[in-house]
């Protein structure tokens, strides 16, 4: 069978589509189902309906959730912060697990922030900011 290999300009899911995928492998005949769900977020509707239409066993393999600790003391640290921070001062991004973010590109988010700026927020060209990868 072929190899995916990974190229920044391609998403996995581009991957896949590309690959030449033998007649075994369509749900018919296939022993298993994986598709790409989060039953954390989801529910685990999808699965089983899944699992009654083709009478094979069903694999979620979307997002892993981290465990909930009851511990809220990282998102109160982060609140304290945005409320010390000027209005309309803070851009938010995030970008998902499943498209893969190369350096070059947190470089090009990096030094486009002082274009996102708004005028009565920070004056352009501050470098201030913080830039958390997780």
């Known amino acids: 069978m072929a190899s995916l290999r990974h190229s920044p300009s391609s998403s996995p899911t581009a991957s896949l589509r590309r690959l030449p995928l033998p007649t075994s ?4 005949r296939c022993h298993l189902i994986v598709y790409c769900s989060c039953p954390d977020v989801e529910g685990t509707q ?6 009654e239409l083709y009478h094979k066993p069903v694999v979620p393999a979307g997002i892993l959730l981290p465990p909930d600790t009851g511990d809220d003391r990282d998102r109160s640290d982060m609140m304290r912060w945005l409320d010390k921070q000027l209005a309309r001062s803070v851009v938010y991004v ?3 697990t499943e498209a893969p973010i190369t350096s070059g590109t947190v470089r090009e988010l990096d030094s486009s922030r002082r274009y996102a700026t708004p005028a009565s927020g920070c004056r352009r060209g501050t470098r201030r900011g913080v830039v958390e990868m997780r």
């Open 25 to 28: 492998l369509t749900p018919q």
């Open 46 to 51: 999808l699965c089983s309906l899944l699992n």
């Open 94 to 96: 995030a970008l998902g």
